[in-house]
Structure formats: C-alpha cells, structure tokens
C-alpha cells in the first residue's frame, strides 16, 4: 500500500468516528428523586433536547409510588426538563426504577435517589438494563463505582479528548517522555476540572470547545511535520504544551460533569473518582497506542511513519471541522 493510499483509507476510518460539534460532551439521561417530606417525593429528569430519549422516554416510578397533580415541563438549554411530584407509601429500597425507551439508545442514565431518613444512592442505567432495584444505601460505594465508570466512558468516547491523547503518543519517540507528558496534561485538566466544578473560575463553553478543537489540530500537524534530524520545539518541551492545552481541556471535563450532575455532600468523592476513571481510560488509550506504534516498528519499510501520518492526517481533518463547526455554533 503506497504513502497516499495507506493516508485515504485511515482519513476513512476516522471520518466514521462521530463529528458532533459537542463531540466532547458526555450526555446521560439523569433522574433525581428527592423526599421533600415523609413519603412526598420531588422527581427531576433530564434528557438531550436532541435525543429520541428526551421527546418519548418515560421514567417508570416505583410501584409503591403515584403521581401526585401533573408533570411539568420545561426547556433549559439543550435539554428538556421534566418534574413530578410523587406520594410513596415506604421506603423506595427493594423497590424498582427505570426509564421506558433507553433500551433503544445509546446513552446511559444516571440515577439519584435522595431520602431523608438515610444516605443517597446513585445507581446507573443502561440501554442492556433500562431498570434496577434501589439496593441498600451504600453512598461510597455507589459513588465511586458510578463516576469511575463515567470518567473512564467520557475518556474513551470523547473523541476530542481521546484524539489529543493519541497525537501526543504519536508526536513523542520514548515512553519516558510520554509519562512525563501525559502526567503534565493530568495535572493541568485536574486543575481546571476541580476549580470549575467548585466555582472557582469558569469559562464560556463554545470558545473553550473551540480552542480544543484546535489544540488537536495542531498536534496533528507536529505530527506531520516531525522529522528524526529536526526535534521541534514541540518535542523539546511537549509537557508545557500539554500542561497548557490540559488547562483548556480541563473546562471541557467541567462542562460534561456539570452536564450529568454531582451529588450534594459527597462533591470530593465524586470528582475524584471521576478524575480517577479519567486517569484509567488515558492509560488504556497510551498503552493501545504503544503497542501499535511497537508492531508497526517491527514490520518492513515505512510501515510506522506512514501510518503516523495517516493517521495525523485523519485526526487533523475532523478536528478541523470540529473547529469550524463549534466556531461558527
């Protein structure tokens, strides 16, 4: 297969990876039910404004439970919001709920049940298991569980983060240096991901998406560019760039986890096993990634380097109508 060839076919590939202007948003159905008092209940939940979910999905409430007076429904942003008040006689444990229509998509949904007389649970649904029964409270565990799993999904189906990840992997020829790089770019988006959360700095979200986008397009074009007599600036010091552009991707972690919600009391535990979920999902990316780069290595001819380029090429093109895209939004 010639340089060019080999070029078109992965440009291909990546073009099948979704090329949403929001392609770094993490966006589950989330249910809250909370007990206002002894057996009355508040029952929130949201869905995409966008989804087949959010215009004919239905929550199915616990059968020791009824609607009290008629839902109301509201637009915020680009979701739809959707709230009921519910008389339930007991405790919702051994109890089941769920979400009539997830079993045709593709999204999970979170769910948060508050009572007062005991801890919160946070359980999660999914389109293979749309229902679940509330088990005995156990808020640390649920909690942990549940955002490490949604830390390592957003990691592995961002695909702008992702692709930031894999262009640095591509760019830099050791994995001593690659440690120190994606450890530079850990730290950076930790930063930005907790003060966000907090409330301690923020940022618009459209032009952050934005400069994301562009901070994939121009490692993708490093990558090109990388010659072994020629070390770029960009090799020399790749953990100042990935530190800075971690800043950025870090509001972009924020804005997905305010997207699916923190439970109140337990903000500490869930950011850090989000982060740690994070953490995991850029690991398992990096070691794909050097398995890959080490079997190409092995083969005959410029195998490797092509295949760099290719797929530089392939990134760059749909980060760049990422850029467009989120630019113009």
């Not at 090109?224 to 020629?230: F, I, M, N």
């Not at 005959?300 to 092509?306: F, P, V």
């Amino acid at each position: 297969m010639t340089h060019h060839r080999a070029v078109l076919w992965l440009v291909f590939l990546l073009a099948l990876c979704p090329a949403s202007g929001r392609a770094d948003e993490l966006r589950p159905a989330y249910i809250e039910m909370t007990e206002q008092a002894p057996g009355q209940w508040s029952l929130l939940w949201k869905a995409s404004t966008n989804s087949l979910l959010g215009q004919s999905g239905e929550v199915m409430i616990p059968d020791n439970c009824e609607i009290d007076g008629e839902p109301q429904r509201e637009f915020s942003g680009s979701n739809i919001l959707t709230r009921i008040k519910l008389r339930c006689a007991g405790s919702l444990q051994g109890e089941t709920i769920g979400l009539k229509g997830l079993e045709l998509s593709t999204t999970d949904a979170l769910v948060r049940v508050a009572p007062l007389d005991s801890a919160m649970q946070t359980v999660r649904l999914t389109p293979d298991q749309p229902a679940v029964t509330l088990p005995k409270p156990s808020l640390i565990s649920n909690v942990a569980a549940t955002y490490t799993v949604i830390g390592i999904e957003h990691i592995l189906l961002g695909f702008d983060h992702l692709f930031f990840v894999l262009a640095l992997v591509l760019l830099l020829r050791n994995g001593w240096l690659i440690a120190k790089t994606v450890t530079a770019f850990t730290v950076a988006h930790s930063l930005t991901l907790v003060g966000t959360t907090l409330g301690w700095m923020s940022l618009p979200s459209q032009p952050v998406e934005a400069v994301i986008a562009l901070s994939i397009v121009f490692l993708a074009v490093e990558v090109v560019k990388s010659r072994p007599d020629d070390i770029r600036l960009s090799e020399r010091f790749p953990w100042i760039v990935a530190f800075l552009f971690g800043l950025l991707h870090g509001f972009g972690f924020a804005g997905a986890l305010a997207e699916i919600g923190l439970p109140e009391g337990d903000v500490p535990l869930a950011l850090l096993t989000f982060n740690l979920g994070v953490e995991i999902g850029q690991l398992a990316i990096v070691g794909v990634a050097l398995t890959a780069i080490y079997l190409l290595g092995r083969m005959r001819g410029d195998w490797l380097r092509n295949s760099k380029i290719a797929l530089a090429y392939g990134i760059g093109s749909i980060a760049t109508y990422w850029f467009i895209e989120r630019t113009l939004a």
